[in-house]
């Protein structure tokens, strides 16, 4: 197996998934030429696998496909089974409730350990052993629900860890997770068996986009909270499913040797999870920015379309709440019949979500005042925008606002993640530029179209506002500069890991895919 630079571990994203993750890991690998990798992408099920959506570049030398809940068909050789390695599987389904991290540090050691280890994955879902561990923990904690609730809850939370426990994965010098959850937990396995440095950037809170999911999951059993204040509380399947995910974030915040994020309101929030504040870091997003503003300025005299046009810039789905754009929407055209919405993104993530968009669209009586364009060359888009909205429920720094404000575009956007940092500055020297837009609550279709029609019937505000943009975006997020932070990181844990590195490696089998050039 080929030694590389960096291994990139990626989770639902690269090179399968368009997105901002996947825009960062797109340029960052391009952006250096001089350094090798290997990338391990986690997916649910290679069945969910469509095509490739990036080409991988050059130096990208393996590429490594992990799916979690792919059927494990190895049973691995007969031998007599080790009560040591049972037990400690005893004590990790406990640590999922009470989030002990040294639990999964042994069993990660008892079932990694030699080339015939003592459980399999095979043995963990299918064997007598494994259902009698199951039986004993439910009467002791669960016994007022339903036990194949619990059993088949406990499965699919413990199926995915255990993929990953005898997963190949490519030696590299360095790792370089891009987020906690099983991305991390899979960078914290390559740290431990090689000895090489983990790195951990995380774009979004992990946990917290687990949480939003977690709480709208038809499919997690949520016993009835009778109140008579309504309120959505967390049930005892669904805290097993939280404390899996606190779990994974706190090894991977313990294992890594730098903890990065894109603004100062993630690290908060990393620290207050148990991130060590030494480990800290911020490097921001950044892009091209004088491309961007080269699209202003090459339409500045071309003639535009009569009316106003807004639009909403990303992948459809229910975490970015489209359907509060689309009420907005209406909102506006009441009040200014010229103006025109826009859905520019795929439809792809969520087909069955995207279709109670359309309805809901057709139900608003919107026609030709709204319109789905699916994927789109946005070069060509920006320039023709007025405002662009972004009605998110969870977000870390989006790029399409940094784009719109190099563009010089005013940005309506929720008050999630660096939104507001975005749009308003980060600190006092950023704010002396001016407002780039504004910030409303989340799921408020009316707070968002009277912030987009203030903006429309202010020329004045509109002008301030897109100059603010641009400069901002020039100031503080432009790309190369990014490139170089990172490179310098790099550097260092290579450095690191020339020296000795950060733990015993551990002897290997991995299997891989050998790229020889692009795919």
Known sequence: MALTDVCLVLEGSYPYVVGGVSTWTHHLIKSLPELSFSIIYIGVSKHQVQ???????????????????????????????????????????????????????????????????????????????????????????????????????????????????????????????????YAGLLGALGHRRYGSPLILTEHGIYTKERMIEIAQAAYIYNEVVVDYVPRRELGLLQNLWMGKFKMLSQIAYQESEKIITLYSGNQKTQIMQGAPPQKCEIIPNGIEVARYAALAEAASGAPRDPGQHIAFVGRISPIKDVKTFIRAARIVVDAMPTATFYILGTPDEDVDYYEECRSLAELLQLGDRLRFMGNVDMSEYYPKLDVVVLTS????????????????????????????????????????????????????????????????????????????????????????????????????????????????????????VELDGER
């Open 51 to 181: 095509k490739m959506e990036y080409r991988l570049p050059e130096n990208v030398r393996q590429f490594n496909e992990i799916y979690l809940l792919d059927p494990v068909i190895v049973k691995g050789t007969k031998r007599q089974f080790s009560r040591t390695a049972w037990r400690e599987v005893e004590e990790f389904v406990h640590a999922l409730e009470s989030g002990d991290v040294s639990a999964f540090h042994r069993i990660a050691e008892t079932l990694t350990s030699g080339k015939d280890p003592a459980i399999t994955p095979y043995d963990i879902l299918y064997s007598r052993r494994f259902w009698d561990i199951m039986v004993g923990v439910y009467r002791r904690n669960f016994p007022n629900l339903s036990y194949l609730d619990y059993f088949w809850t406990c499965r699919f939370l413990m199926l995915p860890l255990f993929q990953l426990l005898y997963a190949p994965i490519p030696e590299a010098k360095v790792y370089h997770s891009t987020c906690t959850g």
């Open 393 to 512: 429920v969870s977000e870390a720094q989006p790029f399409v606002v940094i784009e719109a404000m190099a563009v010089g575009v005013p940005c309506v956007a929720t008050n999630v993640g660096a939104c507001s940092e975005l749009l308003f500055g980060a600190n006092d020297e950023d704010r002396r530029f001016g407002s780039a837009g504004l910030v409303t609550n989340v799921n408020s279709p009316e707070e968002t179209g009277k912030a987009v029609l203030q903006i429309l019937r202010d020329p004045n505000l509109h002008r301030r506002m897109a100059q603010a943009g641009r400069e901002r975006a020039f100031r503080y997020y432009q790309r190369q500069s990014v490139i170089n932070r990172y490179k310098d990181v790099y550097r260092s844990m290579i450095t690191l890991y020339d020296q000795g590195g950060t733990a015993r490696p551990s002897t290997s089998h991995d299997s891989h």
